[in-house]
């Protein structure tokens, strides 16, 4: 007779063999460190001796005995099986759920449109958002699959890169004449937008940077300072001024006219760049990897 008990036991043993400690494997359980450990201890008293090694220090604090270690390859691929096998029940017609995870300004300026189209040709794939500004743990499943913009050095994830990033000018159409828009007297006489939000190791440009890379005047620095990229959107939209802007978020704002890139002979090429990112340590289901392989050929199509 099976024991349900056993599966609990056996869940806790291999992500904790995976994670090399109780916390890790709580953090994908989504239980906490006491509860993994007296899961563990409950099979190995079942067992009959010790299936971990326990260290004080060091990175992964607890390590397989050999027994385990002969043993930790059939219990992975067992409950992969089980996995897979649960998903049969469901049936081919039923609907999979991928959480999807990115900021504000990504969502709102470049990724909706996109999980539209992808709604279109989907229909048995649900996407979930998790807009945050907080960088989610998708190494632990906070989230399945995460789209971020930055140099790519997070832990314990894999990544794709999609494409890389630029600043540009730009300001709305009601604001600049025709004749303006590459003048750089002009723009020395505008409010200048500031973007305060962190941009760590970005090389984003500063506004006494630009001002002389166009030959402007250099009248005042002095504007109106935000510390929310997508509040600078919108106030350049509103017409509140010129801002410094990542292009790939108003793309779509300059090539339907709701924005004007000044002086497009001019882009700051940054150190950041955009990826796809997945977990590193947890089997990413069939239906994460047909988004993510979708949204990498949709970027890429835009750029042919």
Not at 94 to 110: D, E, G, K, P, Y
Not at 113 to 136: G, Q
Not at 279 to 285: A, F, M, N, S, T
Request: include cysteine; aromatic fraction near 6%; glycine fraction near 6%.
């Amino acid at each position: 007779m099976r024991s349900l008990n056993r599966l609990k036991w056996l869940h806790a043993f291999e992500a904790t063999a995976r994670h090399g400690s109780f916390t890790g494997a709580a953090q994908e359980l989504g239980v906490t460190p006491a509860a993994v450990g007296q899961l563990v201890r409950a099979l190995e008293d079942w067992v009959g001796h010790p299936l971990l090694h326990r260290v004080r220090t060091g990175k992964e604090r607890l390590t397989l005995v050999d027994e385990a270690q002969d043993a930790i390859q059939d219990i992975t691929l067992g409950l992969d099986k089980l996995e897979a096998g649960l998903n049969k029940l469901r049936g081919r017609s039923a609907r999979s759920v991928v959480v999807v995870t990115a900021s504000q300004v990504l969502v709102m300026n470049w990724l909706m449109e996109r999980l539209n189209r992808f709604a279109e040709t989907h229909e048995n794939i649900d996407l979930r958002l998790n807009v945050t500004e907080k960088l989610i743990d998708v190494s632990h499943g906070e989230a399945d699959i995460g789209v971020r913009c930055g140099l790519g050095d997070w832990p314990g994830i894999n990544k794709t890169w999609l494409m890389d990033e630029e600043a540009v000018l730009v300001c709305s159409p009601r604001l600049v004449p025709p004749e303006k828009v590459s003048c750089g007297e002009w723009l020395a006489t505008q409010k200048l937008i500031h973007d305060d939000t962190p941009h760590p190791g970005a090389n984003f440009p500063l506004w006494d940077d630009v001002l002389d890379a166009v030959n402007s005047p250099v009248a005042h620095i002095s504007g109106l300072h935000i510390n929310s990229t997508s509040a600078v959107i919108l106030s350049a939209l509103g017409g509140r001024g010129v801002a410094i802007v990542r292009y790939a978020l108003v793309k779509k704002l300059i090539e339907t006219g709701q924005l004007v890139q000044l002086h497009p002979d001019h882009r700051w090429p940054l150190k950041w760049s955009y990826y796809v990112v997945t977990p590193q340590h947890i089997k990413v289901r069939h239906e994460v990897n047909v988004f993510l392989d979708w949204l990498v050929q949709d970027v890429l199509s835009e750029t042919q």
